[in-house]
């Protein structure tokens, strides 16, 4: 069983700064791409950044670029979404997602979701 759990959401005030984690378990091989996404009410759900597993190419979305960065740490098997210069615009559920091995098969994993709030 491989569990995506994220943290770090919250309600911040516009220009602000915070810190999404999450950290993968269970019966894990390998973790290939990890992505965080997020979904705002109303809209669809958008891919907000793509950390590969080689760790040379990453992903921003157009909105995020510039204040988002997102960041690994395979020891810990866990994604990192530091979201600075937060605009209310960046308010939605944040996802966390993932290509992972498991011992038996390889599969598309997904977190429950945490709650940002950019507001003043």
């Known amino acids: 069983q491989v569990q995506l759990v994220e943290s770090g959401g919250g309600l911040v005030q516009p220009g602000g700064s915070l810190r999404l984690s999450c950290a993968a378990s269970?019966?894990?091989?390998?973790?290939?791409?990890m992505r965080w996404y997020r979904q705002a009410p109303g809209k669809q759900r958008e891919l907000v950044a793509v950390f590969s597993s080689g760790g040379i190419t990453n992903y921003y979305a157009d909105s995020v670029k510039g204040r988002f960065t997102i960041s690994r740490d395979n020891a810990k098997n866990t994604v990192y979404l530091q979201m600075n210069s937060l605009k209310p615009e960046d308010t939605a559920v944040y996802y966390c997602?993932?290509?992972?091995?498991?011992?038996?098969?390889?599969?598309?994993?997904w977190g429950q979701g945490t709650q940002v709030t950019v507001s003043s």
């Open positions: 269970g019966s894990i091989s390998s973790i290939y791409d």
């Open positions: 997602n993932a290509d992972i091995m498991s011992s038996t098969y390889l599969n598309d994993y």
